[in-house]
């Protein structure tokens, strides 16, 4: 049973839609997709952009023909359940990976650029129990701190650049349709990992209020993240041309360190910039936090999720810290974003709708017979 007072709006759940997305693969977004689709990343990013819109429309009509129930419930009816506590079981983990890989990145990248002498697993305990905090409390307090954050977020990453526009060189972007066809499909795949966060939309459906204005708000999120990462990506390569870019571990944070800012812009950019990305990753990790929790608390039927939320941090901060360096953090999130994103966000809604249509089947039988 869900609480009036745990209800939400469907602009906040399409704010915390992007606010989920937008996370530790933005810095990452153009090099991965360079190495791939070299020259043709902004079409490569587009077309990823177009497929996951497609899959979270996808996701959200299956979830809206059960509109009291979350997919832990209603998949039990889908795809039995057992199977269906399986696939819970495993989305649930699915999300901590995120939470723990995201929390690492955002560890690592502060103790380069901010806190060097700080121990980088003193930074990961901070941020998850600070993330705890605000997910013990539920739905309502993580879409109004989404709302709060999102001018935060995104200003200052369309501003900064600004001062770049007369550094971009055209020809970093050519030659045009060259790539090979299985290359530039490879750099829409590797796309996935930083448009993985709609899959929320598995679990959200039941606590929004005006449903009726959902799939306007996931189309307007879906699609501003689509013109975000293609600004970035237009920016980084436009600076440093594929090759580089496809080089570098953090083209984005490069690419603000080499603008030459006017001389009365702020001194430290790169500080602030870093700030930001901070706002930005702790919207993502209390996301995927709160709704690994709600997975769990509603697959074992504890009557609050709260309960739930610190028992977790040991699990996610053990995971963080497994990877021996930031290359094997980049190559676990690569193998979790194709195998298990494909899963969740391609193959799983398949057949959620093909036992949709066969229990349909089913039932119209039933009443000619």
Do not use: C
């Amino acid at each position: 049973m869900i609480n009036n007072n745990d209800k939400v709006t469907a602009n906040q759940v399409s704010i915390l839609v992007f606010n989920t997305i937008v996370g530790a693969g933005i810095l990452s977004l153009p090099s991965d997709v360079s190495k791939e689709a070299g020259p043709n990343g902004i079409l490569a990013v587009i077309l990823a952009g177009f497929l996951s819109l497609f899959f979270a429309r996808f996701i959200l009509y299956i979830s809206s023909l059960f509109p009291k129930e979350t997919f832990v419930e209603y998949s039990s009816k889908l795809i039995t359940k057992p199977i269906s506590v399986f696939v819970s079981i495993v989305f649930s983990f699915y999300l901590l990976l995120f939470v723990s890989f995201d929390a690492r990145i955002f560890g690592e990248v502060l103790k380069i650029y901010l806190l060097p002498t700080t121990p980088i697993e003193i930074i990961i305990l901070t941020m998850l129990f600070t993330s705890a905090y605000l997910v013990r409390y539920g739905i309502e307090p993580i879409v109004r701190m989404s709302e709060i954050l999102f001018p935060f977020i995104v200003l200052p990453l369309l501003i900064v650049f600004f001062p770049a526009i007369n550094e971009i060189d055209m020809a970093n972007f050519l030659p045009l349709l060259k790539v090979e066809p299985i290359k530039f499909l490879k750099g829409v795949l590797v796309t996935t990992y930083s448009f993985v966060g709609f899959e929320i939309l598995y679990m959200v459906y039941p606590y929004v209020k005006n449903r009726e204005k959902l799939k306007k708000g996931i189309n307007y999120s879906i699609a501003f993240v689509t013109f975000l990462y293609v600004y970035i990506v237009f920016f980084t390569v436009g600076i440093f041309g594929h090759k580089e870019t496809s080089e570098q571990l953090w083209p984005l944070l490069m690419a603000i360190k080499s603008i030459n800012y006017p001389i009365f812009f702020v001194e430290n950019i790169e500080g602030i910039m870093m700030g930001i990305w901070t706002f930005t990753i702790f919207t993502s990790i209390f996301s995927f936090y709160y709704f690994a929790v709600l997975t769990t608390a509603k697959l074992i039927k504890v009557r609050e999720h709260s309960y739930l939320v610190i028992p977790m941090i040991p699990i996610m901060f053990l995971i963080a810290i497994i990877p021996d360096s930031i290359a094997s953090v980049y190559k676990y999130t690569g193998l979790a974003s194709t195998y298990l994103s494909i899963f969740f966000i391609v193959i799983l809604p398949v057949i959620l709708f093909l036992s949709i249509k066969i229990r349909k089947g089913d039932k119209r039988d039933n009443e000619k017979a």
